[in-house]
């Protein structure tokens, strides 16, 4: 299961059983806000959503990015993770 950066949608998806689990953001120079998070209620509870927002905020870190983590998923991700915390906005 590969995370994909959907730069034209401006989304990181990962696709399971022909369904999509991702996190969408906007992006200026300075600053990604992740404002929305899906999970298909089938494909819950097996840590796509984790691994979608984790790999958005590696990308983040990687392109010195603050996070704007309006989605609250990526808020409790990242109260949960303390070692993404100098990219809080």
Known sequence: MEVFHDKENNRFVITVEKQEAFVEYSLNEKEMNLYHTYTPPQLRGKGLAEKVVRTAIEYAKE??????????????????????SELLK
């Open 63 to 84: 392109n010195s990015l603050k996070v704007i983590p309006s989605c609250s998923y990526v808020a409790v991700f990242m109260q949960r993770h303390p070692e993404y």
